[in-house]
Structures are given as C-alpha cells and as structure tokens.
Nanobody, 115 residues
C-alpha cells in the first residue's frame, strides 16, 4: 500500500489549495478514503471522508462548508479542495485508508496559512 500526498504549500488567509493523494498497491475503488491533519504540538484529527464509490462524504465541523473531498477511481486519486483557509488550518495533511483493519498513511503534505 502506498499513499502519496501533494499540493501543500504556503497560502494567505482566505486563499485556496487543492491537495491530492495518489494511491497504489490496493484496489482503490473498494475502499473509503479519508484526510486527517496534525498541527504542531497537537494530535492527529479527522478532516473528511468519502465512501468507496464517492456517493457519501463526511466532514469535521471545523471544515464543513469550506473543504470538499472527492475522488477519481479511474486515477486512483483522492482530493481535498480547501477554500477560505484560516491560520488554524495550518497543519500537515495526511491521506488515510483502512485496509484489512490496518490504518495506512501517506507521508503528509504541509499546509501553512499565513499572511
């Protein structure tokens, strides 16, 4: 299993970023996919989840209405569109899949929201 995140960077408050997570080593279309984040000095927290077929999504209250999770099963990729970014969104963002009861993580991509 391999999950590779990309798309992070430095953005001003109110700006947007689109994160991508390229998956390999498993049948991507069969699994729900999630995004988590971890700010410096804090624990990892859930951000968003999308079902295997993309028909249902769930968001943390802190990002609801600003972030959108989506997936392209033909490309084995899950996305996180982040709009109206706030300084408190600064964190390392991780892609996640639960495969055979085991949590799989990518290496993470840093998102910094600052003026």
């Amino acid at each position: 299993v391999q999950l590779v995140e990309s798309g992070g960077g430095l953005v001003q408050p109110g700006g947007s970023l689109r994160l991508s997570c390229a998956a390999s080593g498993f049948t991507f279309s069969r699994y729900h996919m999630s995004w988590y984040r971890q700010a410096a000095g804090k624990g990892r927290e859930f951000v968003a989840r999308i079902t295997s077929g993309g028909g249902s999504t769930k968001y943390a209250d802190s990002v609801k209405g600003r972030f959108t999770i989506s997936r392209d099963n033909a490309r084995n990729t899950v996305y996180l569109q982040m709009n109206s970014l706030k300084p408190e969104d600064t964190a390392v963002y991780y892609c996640n899949a639960v495969i055979d009861s085991a949590m799989s993580w990518g290496q993470g991509t840093q998102v910094t929201v600052s003026s």
